[in-house]
Antibody
Framework: EVQLVESGGGLVQPGGSLRLSCAAS????????MTWVRQAPGKGPEWVAN????????RYVDAVKGRFIISRDNAKSSLYLQMNSLRVEDTAVYYC????????WGQGTLVTVSS | DIVMTQTPLSSPVTLGQSASISCRSS???????????LSWLQQRPGQPPRPLIY???KRFSGVPDRFSGSGAGRDFTLEISRVEAEDVGVYYC????????FGQGTKVEIK
């Protein structure tokens, strides 16, 4: 069974940083692109970033370019999202998802950016 | 970016009746590999999105056959037949032909 478990969320002040992790199990992480999606309170999902199997290609939504970095460690079956220069509008539940088509999702981790 | 537009935004349905949700993309979703990466997701209250349908009409494992997808090019439809109480939630279309984008969501509720 595919399982994705996010962690690392919390309350942070504007301008601060957080690093999210996603532990993958039930499939071979190195065989898949991986994706981060976020959902602000009361809003629909928004794609944030994705990363190729070998980490050699990374794509970001314009709103996070230059501030967020997606990475992966296939040996540890883990996906990461380093979030810097956080803004109030980054407040959301962050989900990791498998593949470019997001065919499996984790339960999410809540990031709150507030002073 | 590809814009996804769903209609209606709200769909009150009688138990046992059908619901239909439309999704239109701002450009064709046919990928250069010939596939169309249009998915449908269900989000029950307090839960993460759950993928139901991929590549227009293929159901994920465990999804009841009451859910069916159709369409081509820019126009797509999700049909829910014989609506049950557990179907209440928000439904999103999502394209992954380019960097993923989502529709605004359609809230399905029981009359």
């Amino acid at each position: 069974e595919v399982q994705l478990v996010e962690s690392g969320g919390g309350l942070v002040q504007p301008g601060g940083s957080l690093r999210l992790s996603c532990a993958a199990s039930g499939f071979t992480l190195s065989s898949y692109w991986m994706t981060w999606v976020r959902q602000a309170p009361g809003k629909g999902p928004e794609w944030v970033a994705n990363i190729r199997q070998d980490g050699g290609e990374r794509r970001y939504v314009d709103a996070v370019k230059g501030r967020f970095i997606i990475s992966r460690d296939n040996a540890k079956s883990s996906l990461y999202l380093q979030m810097n220069s956080l803004r109030v509008e980054d407040t959301a539940v962050y989900y990791c998802a498998r593949g470019l088509t997001a065919d499996s999702w984790g339960q999410g981790t809540l990031v709150t950016v507030s002073s | 970016d590809i814009v996804m537009t769903q209609t209606p935004l709200s769909s009150p349905v009688t138990l046992g009746q059908s619901a239909s949700i439309s999704c239109r993309s701002s450009q064709s979703l046919v990928h250069s590999d010939g596939n169309t990466y249009l998915s449908w997701l269900q989000q029950r209250p307090g839960q993460p999105p759950r993928p139901l349908i991929y590549m227009i009409s293929k159901r994920f494992s465990g999804v009841p056959d009451r859910f069916s997808g159709s369409g081509a090019g820019r126009d797509f439809t999700l049909e829910i037949s014989r609506v049950e109480a557990e179907d209440v939630g928000v439904y999103y279309c999502m394209q992954a032909t380019q960097n993923p984008t989502f529709g605004q969501g359609t809230k399905v509720e029981i009359k």
